[in-house]
């Protein structure tokens, strides 16, 4: 069965550090990727997405995610954090149709 | 954000009692989701609807069922709700392989 792991449950970085945090999938063709972002308390927030084309992909607030088809991956990285990044992040893919798949999450701490 | 709704935001039953969630979208979205998110588990796909009266089971389908008997509003169904289904359950729309997500309701059964 497909499935998506996020190998790292809890990230600390400091304020203006890069951040990058890990996918990777198993599934024989490529899927779409997305990546997701969780405030305290809230819903998820589409961070960005991939479907074909160039594999690096911008999204919102400054992040980026670069899929590697050799890694099966699809990592997330932002150049300088800022705290109000402090979150949970979720990976997920969508292989048939409209199904998606979700990673465990990473939780991002950013200190001052 | 997606006009995407959830009754409601917080509850508290005991075990044994039926309990029904509400999704509600304003955007005509095909499909309608529900997730239930538990630390160390991510969100994980409970039912799911492709279509007024078209539903499936997710990974986690034991103890739910849904109803969609309109296109903007998706029912989750907890006959006899049990301690292992407190939980925060999200509801979610997508389009295009678009998803987004509702704001949540927190249920705990006791």
């Known amino acids: 069965a497909q499935s998506v792991t996020q190998p790292d449950i809890h990230i600390t970085v400091s304020e203006g550090a890069s951040l990058e945090l890990r996918c990777n999938y198993s599934?024989?063709?490529?899927?779409?990727l997305f990546w997701y972002v969780q405030s305290p308390g809230q819903g998820l927030q589409l961070l960005l997405k991939y479907f074909s084309g160039d594999t690096l992909v911008q999204g919102i607030k400054g992040f980026e995610a670069e899929f590697k088809r050799s890694q099966s991956s699809f990592n997330l990285r932002k150049p300088s954090v800022h705290w109000s990044d402090a979150a949970e992040y979720f990976c997920a893919v969508a292989i048939y149709g409209q199904n998606f798949v979700f990673g465990p999450g990473t939780r991002l701490s950013v200190l001052p | 954000d997606a006009g995407i709704t959830q009754s409601p935001r917080h509850k508290v039953t005991e075990t044994g009692t039926p309990v029904t969630l509400r999704c509600h979208q304003t955007e005509n979205h095909r499909y309608m989701y529900w997730y239930r998110q538990d630390p160390g588990h991510g969100l994980r796909l409970i039912h799911y609807?492709?279509?007024?009266?078209?539903?499936d089971k997710g990974e986690v389908s034991d103890g739910y069922s849904v109803s969609r008997s309109k296109t903007e509003d998706f029912l989750l169904t907890l006959e006899s709700a049990t301690s292992s289904q407190t939980s925060v359950y999200f509801c979610?729309?997508?389009?295009?392989?678009?998803?987004?997500f509702g704001p949540g309701t927190r249920l705990t059964v006791t």
């Open positions: 979610a729309i997508s389009e295009s392989r678009e998803q987004y």
């Open positions: 609807s492709y279509g007024v009266k078209d539903t």
């Open positions: 599934y024989g063709a490529t899927p779409y």
